[in-house]
């Protein structure tokens, strides 16, 4: 069975950072490219950023680029994400993503599994 978790939300300052953390397992977790994508409050779904299978390759929202930085520790199924200079339009609910094979996808519609997510709030 194939489970995504998110861990590392939290409450945090304007300005302040945060590392989101997603533990996978139930699948070969080096042969896929993943993606977060978030959820702000009365808002739709917002592709923030992705890597490849290896880590080679990472690609991010004009949104979050220069803020945001996802890696990956395939030895230990983990999803990152790093997150600096938070703004309180970055309040969202974080979701890990699967992507469909190797290379990072946008939409998406193509996720075929998502963790239950972490909610970050940026409040002062």
């Known amino acids: 069975e194939v489970q995504l978790v998110e861990s590392g939300g939290g409450l945090v300052q304007p300005g302040g950072s945060l590392r989101l953390s997603c533990a996978a397992s139930g699948f070969t977790f080096s042969s896929y490219a993943m993606s977060w994508v978030r959820q702000a409050p009365g808002k739709g779904l917002e592709w923030v950023s992705g890597?490849?299978?290896?880590?080679?390759?990472?690609t991010y929202a004009d949104s979050v680029k220069g803020r945001f930085t996802v890696s990956r520790d395939n030895a230990q199924n983990t999803l990152y994400l790093q997150i600096n200079s938070l703004k309180p339009e970055d309040t969202a609910v974080y979701y890990c993503?699967?992507?469909?094979?190797?290379?990072?996808?946008?939409?998406?519609?193509?996720?075929?599994?998502w963790g239950q997510g972490t909610q970050v709030t940026v409040s002062s």
């Open positions: 890597i490849s299978s290896g880590g080679s390759s990472t």
């Open positions: 993503t699967k992507c469909p094979g190797s290379t990072v996808v946008v939409e998406i519609d193509l996720y075929d599994y």
